[in-house]
Structures are given as structure tokens and as C-alpha cells.
């Protein structure tokens, strides 16, 4: 299960539309360990000059590993933390994400190539077979 919904989250949804903020708390507290390392990516990428920042740290361990692949994976959760953190964001392997300020001049061009077939062979290594 990818995240962990409280009823009256749950009733909220049966019952309609759930507010952008309730889905993201949701996922935060589902998933703590790809919250964090989305939350230090994207306020990386602010912080930058160019509009990008990547983290290129594996996860500690197996379940961290299943986190950000759940929340990268799911349209649903990316796209509301794409919203939450004002972000763009794109993912190679078990745990290279990438932020990209939209605003920011490049950034179309540098979310091309990170999303390139030659960006995803480029970033092969041995270590990374079972990921």
C-alpha cells in the first residue's frame, strides 16, 4: 500500500474532491523518508542560480528506496507535490530525483536532456542493477 489514508480522509474521498493540502499531508506523513528528499531537491533548485538541483545519494535502505518510488511513480503524488513545492520534477533509477524551477530561464532544455534516453544510459552503473 502506498500510502496510509485516515478515515475521515477517506469518507472526504468517497464523498468528493479532497483538497490539494489533505492529499499532500497524506503523503507526507506516508511517506517521510520521499518527502524529505523532495522537500531538500526542491528548496536546493530555489536556492540555485540555474533552476535545478538532483539528488544523487541512494536511499539507506530498502523501504526508503520503495517510498520514492511510490510517490514518483504515482501521477496523483507527483503532481501535488510538483504543486506544493513550485517544481518540476523528474526521476532516474531507484533514486535520482531532479527539481526544476519552471520559471527558470533552461529549464525546458535541462528537463529535455535529464528525461533523455542518453540521460537515462549515461547514468547506469553496476551498483545500480537491482535498483
Do not use: K
Amino acid at each position: 500500500m502506498s500510502l496510509t489514508v485516515d478515515g475521515r480522509l477517506l469518507e472526504q474521498a468517497q464523498r468528493g474532491e479532497v483538497d490539494d493540502a489533505a492529499f499532500v499531508a497524506c503523503v507526507r506523513d506516508s511517506l517521510p523518508y520521499a518527502w524529505q528528499v523532495i522537500g531538500e531537491v526542491a528548496a536546493r533548485t530555489r536556492a540555485s542560480g540555474d533552476g535545478f538541483a538532483d539528488n544523487r545519494t541512494p536511499p539507506p535502505d530498502e523501504r526508503s528506496r520503495g517510498e520514492l518510488l511510490r510517490a514518483l511513480a504515482s501521477d496523483a503524488m507527483r503532481g501535488a507535490l510538483e504543486r506544493h513545492f513550485g517544481v518540476r520534477l523528474a526521476f532516474q533509477n531507484c533514486h535520482r530525483v531532479a527539481a526544476f524551477a519552471p520559471d527558470a530561464p533552461g529549464t525546458a532544455e535541462r528537463y529535455a536532456e535529464f528525461v533523455s534516453p542518453r540521460a537515462q544510459l549515461l547514468n547506469q552503473s553496476p551498483e545500480l542493477v537491482d535498483c
